[in-house]
């Protein structure tokens, strides 16, 4: 069955950077895109960008642009997620998940919270 | 940039039907697709390409799109319905993910 798993949950200072890690199974990894959405406590979801991981290629949402780069393991169908000069409002569970391209997300890896605080 | 819009709050009895409204400006050229999330969960799609279902979920769950607005229909209510609810669309002029700001079912 197919599962993203993700890595676990990180406290960082402000101004530090931050790599997640989403590790997938049970599909052949190259063949979907990989997106990050974040969601702060009691707020909704906010999608942070997508990767092609068989091209590489990035999308990144504009107020991110920057600040997050997103990149990936073929050799162990692995996605991760850096954003660096974290700010408070940062601060948010991050979730993986998969799509086709211009599709729907289709399967969620289980979060990683994400805490910056000084 | 693109707006989803969804009502906060949709409140409905065991058993009876709620509809939850996604409008955005000419959604009719997009597909809309629809998450549930419980409180601690993961968000799990319930429907995608405006009115298809992942297998597994329920037919009480449907997806309609007319005009300017994309529907969520929850049939026969039930207590386990309860949570909130995100549409989402691509928006191809910007090539970036939108999602609505999520709505909240009640179950009385």
């Known amino acids: 069955q197919v599962q993203l798993v993700q890595s676990g949950a990180e406290v960082k200072k402000p101004g530090a950077s931050v790599k997640v890690s989403c590790k997938t199974s049970g599909y052949t990894f190259i063949n979907y895109d990989i997106n990050w959405v974040r969601q702060a406590t009691g707020q909704g979801l906010e999608w942070v960008g997508y990767m092609n991981p068989n091209t590489g290629d990035t999308g990144y949402a504009q107020k991110l642009q920057g600040r997050v780069t997103m990149t990936r393991s073929t050799s162990i169908s692995t996605a991760y997620l850096e954003l660096s000069s974290l700010r408070s409002e940062d601060t948010a569970i991050y979730y993986c998940a998969s799509s086709g391209r211009y599709s729907n997300f289709d399967f969620w890896g289980q979060g990683t919270l994400l805490t910056v605080s000084s | 940039s693109y707006v989803l819009t969804q009502p906060p709050s949709v409140s409905v009895a065991p058993g009876q039907t709620a509809r939850i409204t996604c409008g955005g400006n000419?959604?009719?050229?997009?597909?809309v697709h629809w998450y549930q999330q419980k409180p601690g969960q993961a968000p799990v799609l319930v429907v995608y390409d405006d009115s298809d279902r992942p297998s597994g979920i329920p037919e009480r769950f449907s997806g309609s799109k007319s005009g300017n607005t994309g529907t969520l229909t929850i049939s026969r209510v039930e207590a386990g319905d309860e949570a909130d609810y995100y549409c989402?669309?691509?928006?191809?002029?910007?090539?970036?993910?939108?999602f609505g700001a999520g709505t909240k079912l009640a179950v009385l």
């Open positions: 000419n959604i009719g050229s997009q597909y």
């Open positions: 989402q669309v691509w928006d191809s002029d910007s090539d970036h993910v939108v």
